[in-house]
């Protein structure tokens, strides 16, 4: 059995600065580096590094990023037989600014991502179903692809997780009801729902309006104030792991992979939500995307260190 991650695989062109610029405004910035990222591929090598069996399937341009950044997904031990190439458009890019504090802005180039369609659910993702046990998510494919993804897991008893990122104001009804678990931060949140999600207490009411929606279990992550779960039957909150914050970039995708990867291995929900909080902050203390993401040791002494089990 493995898991499924659907989704974007790009390259990330980051540049650090003092502070991130308003509207109009050039900055001298200190550093540039690229690296492997796209959400989709950053949650698949998430898993892979914490040594979960895992399967990608997206598409990359014919250009030197596109083999570069298979390449990567091969070395970080993700499966990549299902990862198209298309000669007719380029591989995805993101363009990241990140400050002092660690915040970042982002702007992403679909690229080849945004040639993934229906017809590849039928023709790659399908075929894997039936060996999966979960469907990881994201909104940097079209939205039309996401759903068809999601309704035909659904259709396969594999459990759905979906990253409503980036956000996104018009989600179609027919998408939650084909989804177990969302797990959007504050900002994604508040596009969803509609109101602003800044605390626990609003992320409780959020949580209640995504259930009453479709979805099995709405996890609102709230940064360094921690992650609020609800489903039908219980709410909880967990806080989060206090580290040093170099550099925000996957630490959501971390979050989702190592969640994923605590149910895989059978432990609670709960326990699945302090996996999730505690590979978020790691991969929150080093640069990058996919190079901040924890391996199974460092991720395991980090939950030894803090007090934390490996089992529910």
């Not at 690229?34 to 591929?41: E, N």
């Not at 990608?56 to 950044?69: P, Q, R």
């Not at 800044?198 to 279990?217: F, I, M, Y």
């Not at 699945?272 to 590979?279: L, P, R, S, T």
């Amino acid at each position: 059995m493995s898991i499924i991650v659907f989704g974007s695989i790009n390259i990330d062109l980051v540049a650090t600065v003092h502070r991130l610029p308003v509207a109009g405004e050039t900055l001298l910035g200190r550093n540039f580096f690229q690296v492997p990222g796209g959400k989709g591929a950053n949650q698949a090598v998430a898993l892979a590094k914490l040594s979960i069996p895992t399967q990608m399937v997206g598409c990359v341009g014919a250009d030197s990023f596109g083999t570069e950044l298979v390449n990567q997904l091969q070395a970080s031990g993700v499966q990549t037989d299902h990862i198209l190439v298309d000669k007719t458009v380029s591989s995805g890019v993101a363009i990241i600014a990140v400050d002092d504090a660690g915040e970042n802005q982002i702007i992403v180039i679909p690229g080849a991502n945004g040639r993934v369609n229906p017809e590849d659910v039928e023709e790659r993702l399908l075929p894997l179903l039936s060996t999966a046990t979960t469907l990881l998510l994201q909104f940097e494919i079209p939205i039309s692809t996401v759903i068809a993804a999601a309704k035909a897991a659904r259709q396969a008893g594999v459990t759905v997780i979906l990253d409503p990122a980036p956000a996104n104001t018009n989600v179609p009804a027919e998408l939650y009801l084909s989804v177990d678990i969302i797990t959007p931060n504050e900002i994604e949140a508040e596009q969803l729902v509609g109101f602003a999600v800044d605390g626990r207490e609003s992320a409780e009411k959020a949580a209640t309006v995504l259930l009453q929606r479709g979805v099995k279990c709405a996890l609102i992550k709230l940064g360094a104030k921690g992650v609020f779960c609800a489903t039908p039957e219980e709410s909880f909150f967990v806080p989060a792991f206090p580290v040093e914050t170099v550099d925000t970039v996957a630490a959501g995708d971390a979050f989702n992979g190592a969640l994923a990867a605590a149910l895989f291995e059978g432990l609670s929900l709960h326990q699945a939500v302090v996996w999730g909080a505690a590979a978020g902050a790691m991969a929150a203390t080093k640069p990058g995307a996919q190079p901040s993401l924890p391996d199974r040791v460092a991720f395991d002494r980090f939950l030894k260190e803090r007090g934390v089990g490996n089992r529910a």
